[in-house]
């Protein structure tokens, strides 16, 4: 009966690194997906508490994934004057979250696993040049926008008549007001 049983079970097949890669960025596109199904749902102001500069140029929010030096995620608390207290993953048993201090150059921001995933794989990759998608993209930027939506290009410009005319116009009005014939230019 054990015999029959291992021949009837389906012989596991190879699987090579590029199937696995597959698989993985498959399931790295639905978990992306469904996050921003679920950001898309919020609604209203946004609820972030934001604190000082970390990466640069950039401003951070309490809360925000980091990247601590030892490579381990932490949250970011608050960031001021170049210092930013982080709380960490480890767990005190008496005083609960351990906080560090850290200069914020020390900080790298946290990238999720799946986009990584996701942007290696388009890194280096160009489109193929295509006539078709050429002539394509030029007859769609030829429509006019959908009836309701912003107006595409740059706004246009109301024309103005040149100053000098716009004097001369003003000469005349006043020059009828007053009921005296319009000079001759």
């Known amino acids: 009966m ?19 890669l ?9 978990v992306l997906a ?10 209203g102001p946004d609820d972030r508490k934001w604190t000082g500069v970390v990466f640069g140029r950039k401003r951070s929010w309490v809360g925000q994934k980091v990247v601590l030096p030892d490579q381990s995620i932490g ?21 609960g979250a351990v906080h560090d201090y850290l200069e914020a150059t020390a900080l790298k921001p946290y990238r999720l696993p799946e986009a990584v995933l996701l942007g290696s794989l388009k890194r280096g990759k160009t489109e193929r040049v295509s006539a078709i998608k ?20 740059r706004p246009r410009k109301r ?27």
Do not use: M
């Open 2 to 20: 054990n015999l029959i049983t291992q021949l009837l079970r389906p012989e596991p097949k190879p699987t090579s690194q590029a199937d696995l």
């Open 22 to 30: 597959r698989v993985a960025a498959s399931q790295a596109g639905q």
């Open 34 to 43: 469904i996050r921003r199904r679920l950001a898309a749902r919020r609604h």
């Open 75 to 95: 949250w970011i608390k608050q960031a001021q004057a170049g210092i930013v207290c982080v709380r960490t993953s480890v767990t005190d048993p008496l005083d």
């Open 134 to 153: 050429a002539a394509a993209s030029r007859s769609n930027g030829k429509l006019p926008p959908k009836p309701g939506s912003r107006p595409r290009g």
């Open 159 to 185: 024309k103005q008549e040149p100053p000098i005319q716009r004097l001369r116009t003003l000469c005349a009005e006043l020059h009828s007001a007053l009921g005296a014939a319009p000079p001759v230019s």
